[in-house]
């Protein structure tokens, strides 16, 4: 008890440097624990995340039997998943009853019947249905894809009676998740009743197959407090018990992409836990060069201990105790803080982070109690011992660089992120001596007080050398910190780039399978002037057919005109040359001239063209484009022996694109089931067709047939009129207006991956099959990626890939993009636009993708912790310098005392000592900056995946230099400078000499 007696008596004597001590080991403990809360809160934050990236029509749980479920059985069935889903704490569900896909009077349609029906459509015209018996149900005829989709409801009427419903109105459906969850096909009218149970009951319906299911929304909130396993347990169960009783019940849900989120917080777990240690470690120097600055007096008060007649181990009892007493209050202030900031996560974070806290105590204690009363060791075993140390970070690191891993449960990457590190705090320990012994020399030449400041400097290397590494360390961390923050933000923006390459991008979604259709470029031009709208179309081409490298590719036709309006165009693209350049080179010559084709006027219902020769062997197919690029087929169907119609259904003015001949369908049976059924042949169709003017709606407008050709069609005519001569064969029978010659077609200019442009050669050229026929293609850009396009890939000009297609297999390129561009004062109002118009179908915002990419919370919980151990560190660093200064001159007390007797004035001496903690922050600063530098280079090559592991598209890019990182490399230089002058003035301004003071104490 003695040795805790005097251990308390020094600790009261002197309370200041074991508090000092305490808050230090309090900082260390408070790391683990803050990692593994953040963990915590960042593995939840995934799950919720992950939940609302899904796509809101999709976001929700589907309960579906196939059983034909009807009356009592219907009803038990419904309270028995009703409780199931409630159990899993889902809200109330939608009953739903879809029968499958029924073909009235040549339109797909799905009849269905929703429980409550009221919040699930817009009505249009008419009233919400109300009656339903065996004999006849009333329904609506809804729309599935808003407006664009109501031209063929009115058709629907007399169909509907012939099933036993009665339509009472129209009405544009307004419950995503009917079609998003699978349970309906998107793009079908729909007629919907408001009752299932009395519906499943309708006569004319019996033997039609259909589908009884319950759909909810999926709350992020439930799934996160749930716990993901445990909810889709839950479901587990309630398909599992509703199975055994009325048959098999399937549910479905994203659970692939929840689950995915969940392993994904849980495999960082080892990596926060890395962090948090190292970051401990990191506050452990502050413990290390407070014990330093108390290594001379603790000897001293040993010797007098030792001649009182204290054992050597009590000696070192008696400060491993008084170390011990401010770690373990250090301790329990770091839980207690955590369980003041953050209750809800506290159980977690101890059980996971106890292991950590428990060896950082231990380490801080024995760290303490060597430097204090350890025994002294030969300044060159201690440099080769350091000088280990750091060959063992470096070769971690190296190990860590060579053998890279996107496994995010790995935790090796991180642990050389923090061997490295430290190894940053090591070097400035060990450049000190270096810097002093090369001061030493110098200052044999030099003027007096130089050799006071090396004299010092040299006699008591220890705690400047290692304030020297603690701040080192720290600055080194804050940088990294700072520079990894500002990386991520930048990868963010980058990664949002690469998904939208303007300003929205809509492509398609679970309703809408053609996004151009959902987008009306004059409205968003009229709210916009200085919007662009561009489509972007894509087709699958082979390549390099009869070779060993043959493949499939796909070819995208884009605008070279918007390319240089691609955000950050050589970060998402990999490329060197400009996007000008390169959309100068796509240019395919002829480009810019116009195209003579007929065009049809807005608003035409029908079309009638002039045509003899048409039987009943073929059939005619126009290829119309209307302002959205999109192309679309409509059969022109024979009336009489001079003409030939075509619905259109009005609408915007259409180009025509192309003329198709086809084998009918009878004739191809005919002709197919004869060659298989005999031993002879049967001949393709073949004739010819004159055609003539064309009418729309009963008027004629202009149609001039004088460029027209093909190039598998043989064609002769002037502008009113044009006879094909045609066999059909393997490959399409299509006529074009503006028709090239094939030996005047210039070769297509196309950009291309790396890989297809090393399959190429060095000549750049190769072919690309379409439709059977193969034509030449040259490579004039090589792009490490393409924004939207996976990683091979063949773009051209748009409007050359059109004439190329439409050449060859008309309809086969869709538009299955629209960028747009909003960057003027009238962008809101294009977004509104859009989202009120595409809703249905996968609408992209570049900066709100970007701010849910710089959102990602395993992402943020990471640079939060980072960014938490480098701002700690640096406020310690700051107490460093303080106690630095203050400890030099309490360990050189006995020197600045003789000094001062041989008659140096205080001031000189105060000089002294600022100039020796000068020069402990110009061997710190510049090594914490160089040293931040490195590990942000490092960290970009060991920690550059994205939330689900895979490596980044594009390439994470370290950012070193930016305001962020200037201000804390300035800052840190400017409050420590600041804080050794102020202290170092203050020194040594007692009226009196006094001796230095030594106690039992």
């Known amino acids: 008890m003695g040795e805790l007696a005097l251990a ?70 419904s309270t028995q998943v009703e409780t199931a889903l409630a159990r899993a704490g889902l809200p109330s569900p939608t009953r739903a009853l879809a029968f499958r896909a029924l073909s009235l009077q040549g339109t797909d349609t799905t009849v269905a019947a929703l429980d409550p029906l009221a919040d699930a459509v817009t009505l249009d015209s008419g009233r919400l249905p109300s009656r339903c018996s065996p004999d006849a149900c009333e329904v609506l005829a809804v729309s599935s894809e808003g407006a664009a989709g109501t031209a063929a409801l009115p058709g629907l009427n007399g169909p509907a009676r012939t099933l036993g419903l009665v339509v009472t109105g129209t009405a544009t459906l307004r419950e995503p998740r009917l079609v998003g969850l699978g349970l309906v096909a998107p793009s079908q009218p729909l007629l919907l009743g408001s009752d299932p149970a009395a519906m499943a009951d309708l006569e004319p319906l019996t033997l039609y197959g259909r589908n009884l299911a319950w759909f909810t929304p999926l709350d992020p909130a439930v799934v996160a407090a749930t716990g993901p396993a445990s909810f889709a347990a839950a479901l587990d169960r309630a398909a599992e018990e509703v199975s055994l009783t009325s048959g098999p019940l399937n549910v479905v849900w994203p659970s692939a992409a929840v689950l995915d989120a969940a392993a994904r917080g849980e495999d960082s777990a080892a990596r926060f836990s890395v962090l948090g240690v190292g970051a401990g470690a990191l506050q452990l120097g502050f413990c290390l060069m407070l014990a330093a600055a108390r290594r001379a007096p603790a000897r001293q008060h040993g010797t007098l201990l030792g001649r009182r007649g204290a054992r050597p181990a009590q000696v070192v009892a008696v400060a491993a105790l008084q170390s011990g007493l401010a770690v373990l209050a250090g301790v329990v202030l770091a839980v207690v803080s955590a369980v ?28 303490s109690v060597l430097l204090t009363v350890g025994p002294p060791v030969r300044g060159r075993t201690l440099r080769l011992g350091l000088a280990a140390l750091v060959l063992l970070a470096a070769g971690l690191g190296a190990l860590a660089l060579v053998r890279p891993t996107d496994d995010p449960r790995a935790p090796l990457p991180v642990a050389a992120l923090v061997a490295l590190t430290l190894a940053v705090g090591v070097v400035g320990v060990l450049t000190w001596s270096p810097v002093v012994a090369l001061l030493q020399r110098r200052a044999r030449a030099a003027r007096r007080p130089l050799r006071r400041v090396t004299l010092l400097a040299a006699r008591r290397p220890l705690l400047p050398s290692l304030t020297a590494g603690f701040l080192a360390a720290t600055l080194a961390t804050a940088f990294l910190a700072v520079s ?69 590719l796909p070819l995208a036709g884009v605008d070279p005109a918007v390319l240089p309006l691609v955000h950050r165009w050589s970060t998402v693209t990999g490329s060197s040359a400009s996007a000008a350049e390169v959309a100068d080179r796509l240019r395919a010559p002829g480009a810019g001239s116009a195209v003579v084709a007929p065009v049809v006027p807005a608003g035409t219902q029908e079309l009638v063209l002039d045509v003899r020769g048409l039987d009943a062997d073929v059939t005619l197919r126009l290829w119309l484009a ?25 609408g915007a003015a259409q180009t025509v694109r192309a003329l198709e001949i086809g084998e009918s369908a009878d004739h191809l049976t005919f002709r197919q089931h004869g060659i298989g059924e005999g031993s002879t042949d049967r001949p393709l169709p ?36 044009l006879a094909a001569r045609y066999q059909i064969r393997d490959a399409r029978a299509v006529l074009l207006p503006s028709w090239v010659p094939p030996a005047e077609r210039p070769v297509l200019p196309v950009a291309v991956d790396p890989v297809t442009a090393a399959r ?18 040259r490579v004039v850009a090589v792009l490490d990626r393409m924004p939207t396009l996976p990683a091979r890939f063949v773009v051209a000009d748009r409007s050359a890939v059109a004439a190329l297609v439409d050449r060859e297999a008309p309809g086969t390129a869709p538009v299955l993009q629209v960028w747009v561009s909003a960057p003027g004062p009238g962008g809101p109002a294009v977004r509104g636009e859009l989202d009120a118009t595409a809703s249905a179908a996968t609408l992209q915002d570049r900066d709100a993708l970007a701010r849910t990419y710089a959102d990602d919370p395993v992402t943020r919980g990471f640079v939060t912790l980072l960014g938490a151990a480098g701002l700690v560190a640096l406020l ?38 600022l100039a020796r903690a000068a020069l402990v922050l110009a061997v710190g600063l510049p090594l914490g900056v160089a040293g931040g530098a490195g590990l942000a280079l490092a960290t970009g090559r060991l920690l550059a995946s994205g939330p689900d592991g895979r490596p980044l598209e594009p390439p994470l ?9 200037a201000l804390v490399v300035a800052a840190a230089a400017l409050v420590t400078v600041a804080a050794a002058t102020a202290t170092a003035t203050l020194a040594l301004r007692e009226a009196r000499l006094a001796a230095p003071e030594l106690d039992l104490r």
């Open 626 to 650: 209307g302002p959205d690029g999109q192309e679309r087929g409509v059969a022109l169907r024979q009336r009489g022996p001079d003409e030939a119609y075509a619905e259109l259904g009005g």
């Open 760 to 777: 190429a050669g060095s000549r750049g050229t190769f072919g690309i099959t379409v439709n059977q026929t193969t034509v030449p293609v």
């Open 484 to 552: 990894w923050s500002s990386s991520t933000q930048r990868s963010a923006e980058d990664r949002a780039a690469y998904a939208v390459p303007l300003d929205l991008r809509v492509s398609p979604g679970t309703q809408v399978q053609l996004p151009a259709t959902v987008v009306d470029a004059a409205r968003l031009t009229a709210l916009d002037p200085g919007a662009v709208v561009s489509g972007v179309t894509t087709t699958t081409v082979g390549a390099f057919a009869g070779s060993s490298g043959a493949t499939t």
């Open 686 to 721: 073949s004739g010819t067709l004159l055609l003539g003017g064309a009418r729309a709606d009963g008027r004629s407008f202009p149609w001039s047939w004088s460029d027209w050709g093909a190039d598998s069609v043989e064609v002769r005519g002037d502008g009113a009129g």
């Open 340 to 367: 003041v900031v953050s209750r809800a996560l506290v159980p977690g974070a101890l059980a996971a982070a106890w292991p950590a806290v428990l060896a950082l105590a231990v380490a801080a204690v024995l760290g």
């Open 8 to 77: 308390w008596a020094g600790v009261r004597h002197r309370p200041g440097p074991w508090l000092l001590l305490a808050l230090g080991a309090a900082l260390a403990a408070v790391m683990p624990l803050a990692a593994a809360g953040l963990q915590e809160r960042a593995a939840t934050g995934a799950v919720e995340q992950a939940v609302v990236a899904v796509p809101d029509a999709s976001r929700g749980v589907l309960a579906v039997t196939s059983r034909d479920l009807r009356g009592p059985d219907l009803t038990a069935t």
């Open 957 to 965: 890019q370290v950012v070193l230099a930016s305001a962020a990182t």
């Open 876 to 913: 310690l660093a700051l107490v460093a310098v303080v106690g630095g200064v203050r400890g030099d001159r309490e360990a050189a007390a006995a020197d600045l005392f003789a000094l001062e007797v041989d008659g140096v004035a205080p001031g000189a001496l105060r000089r002294v000592l």
